[in-house]
């Protein structure tokens, strides 16, 4: 399983940093929320992404809801942001706050998909991410983009 991952990673150029979950079984407990927030504390990031947790896929769900509760927990020191997977099928509510242009980055993020065969990437992409990332595209005024949800340290809430 990690080397898939691995393998992605090297695709995006990036360092994969595992947290002890196990795909089509991940786990919210206290002991596994314990154990992501070691990890993030150690890490120290500037910003995390993570799953949407409104998404019919319980691995989402958890991965998710565990990101947000590190967050709280480390008094909101850095940016996370949530990402869709499949808006319309999976990922449901997801009302994005930014965007990223990734017209040029296709190719490799079919790359890194393409890593994860038993995800049957090709079709994966073409039923899915390719529309996706083109009505994401519309939205932010370019040919292809990626939303995303920011959810802000002092985020100032609309009421009624």
């Excluded at 965007?99 to 990437?121: C, F, G, S, V, W």
Aim: hydrophobic share 40%; net charge negative; proline share 2%.
């Amino acid at each position: 399983m990690f080397d898939k991952a691995e393998t992605a990673c090297k695709a995006l150029n990036v360092r994969p940093v595992f947290a002890s979950q196990v795909d089509g079984d991940t786990v919210l407990s206290n002991e596994k929320s314990n154990e992501l927030l070691k990890l993030i504390e150690t890490l120290k990031p500037d910003m995390v992404f993570t799953h949407w947790p409104v998404d019919s896929h319980r691995d989402h769900q958890v991965a998710g809801l565990l990101a947000l509760s590190a967050w709280i927990n480390m008094k909101k020191s850095y940016d996370l942001y949530f990402y869709e997977v499949n808006t319309g099928s999976e990922t449901m509510g997801f009302n994005a706050t930014d965007y990223i242009d990734i017209t040029d980055h296709r190719e490799k993020k079919k790359l890194a998909m393409n890593a994860h065969k038993t995800q049957d990437p090709v079709r994966t992409y073409d039923s899915f991410f390719r529309q996706m990332e083109e009505f994401r595209g519309l939205e932010a005024g370019v040919k292809a983009a990626e939303a995303f949800i920011h959810f802000k340290r002092n985020a100032t809430r609309a009421s009624l």
